[in-house]
């Protein structure tokens, strides 16, 4: 089963895209692990399939992993917004030339144009369940789909919680950001998460 993972927090800078950057890698680079024997796989090419989706109309995801936001001719936005198949940038990191290569990531860019569907969201017909109805068609295919959320309480971090199935609320030990917690804490409530209860990281490495 795909786990869709949020990296949320209202604040930026706190480092949300930076990790979905390095753990989408690092989680790429990783054989499938047999939960009950705790072994690794041995099978040529049996790595866990990962895929990033930038939500930030910034577009730092998309630059950190080498394209430009300004020659793309689709983004997040046309999947979410004009009902389009996800534009997937695939093998970003990949490492093929070695005979058990790594598969790489794939990604699914921002561009500013993403900045539009903010305001589009509040008039579109089932706008909470567009990025997952999104996702839906390919996410049998990851192992692992990480979305790097804006530094909002906009719409777009909205749909992000909404398609999560769990959420990684990244935050800077500071009295500030602990006291934003409550905040964070009823966002989520809005979206259903705090029953399914929230993914300490000892979680997450369990399954990697
Ligand atoms: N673990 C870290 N330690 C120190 N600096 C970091 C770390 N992760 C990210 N940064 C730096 O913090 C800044 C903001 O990171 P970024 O990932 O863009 O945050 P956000 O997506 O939350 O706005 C960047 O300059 C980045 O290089
Ligand atoms: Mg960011």
Same mark, same amino acid.
């Given at each position: 089963?795909?786990?869709?993972?949020?990296?949320?927090?209202?604040?930026?800078?706190?480092?949300?895209?930076?990790?979905?950057?390095?753990?989408?890698?690092?989680?790429?680079?990783?054989?499938?692990?047999?939960?009950?024997?705790?072994?690794?796989?041995?099978?040529?090419?049996?790595?866990?399939?990962?895929?990033?989706?930038?939500?930030?109309?910034?577009?730092?995801?998309?630059?950190?992993?080498?394209?430009?936001?300004?020659?793309?001719?689709?983004?997040?936005? $046309?999947?979410?917004?004009?009902?389009?198949?996800?534009?997937?940038?695939?093998?970003?990191?990949?490492?093929?030339?070695?005979?058990?290569?790594?598969?790489?990531?794939?990604?699914?860019?921002?561009?500013?144009?993403?900045?539009?569907?903010?305001?589009?969201?509040?008039?579109?017909?089932?706008?909470?369940?567009?990025?997952?109805?999104?996702?839906?068609?390919?996410?049998?295919?990851?192992?692992?789909?990480?979305?790097?959320?804006?530094?909002?309480?906009?719409?777009?971090?909205?749909?992000?919680?909404?398609?999560?199935? $769990?959420?990684?609320?990244?935050?800077?030990?500071?009295?500030? $950001?602990?006291?934003?917690?409550?905040?964070?804490?009823?966002?989520?409530?809005?979206?259903?998460?705090?029953?399914?209860?929230?993914?300490?990281?000892?979680?997450?490495?369990?399954?990697?």
């Amino acid at each position: 089963m795909s786990r869709i993972i949020a990296l949320f927090n209202q604040a930026g800078g706190v480092g949300k895209t930076s990790l979905v950057n390095q753990l989408g890698y690092m989680i790429a680079c990783c054989k499938r692990l047999d939960v009950k024997t705790k072994k690794r796989s041995k099978k040529k090419g049996d790595y866990y399939q990962v895929l990033v989706v930038d939500m930030d109309p910034q577009a730092s995801l998309t630059i950190f992993m080498g394209l430009d936001p300004y020659e793309l001719d689709k983004t997040i936005y $046309h999947a979410i917004l004009q009902d389009e198949p996800l534009p997937i940038h695939k093998g970003i990191y990949a490492q093929t030339q070695q005979e058990d290569g790594t598969p790489g990531v794939d990604l699914v860019p921002a561009n500013l144009g993403l900045a539009l569907a903010e305001r589009e969201l509040m008039s579109a017909v089932m706008s909470d369940f567009r990025l997952r109805e999104a996702l839906l068609p390919v996410q049998e295919q990851y192992d692992f789909i990480l979305i790097d959320c804006p530094p909002s309480l906009g719409n777009l971090a909205y749909i992000s919680l909404v398609a999560a199935t $769990h959420v990684w609320y990244q935050f800077n030990l500071s009295t500030k $950001h602990l006291m934003e917690c409550s905040s964070y804490l009823t966002r989520l409530n809005w979206c259903g998460h705090v029953q399914t209860g929230i993914l300490r990281s000892p979680d997450l490495y369990q399954h990697v």
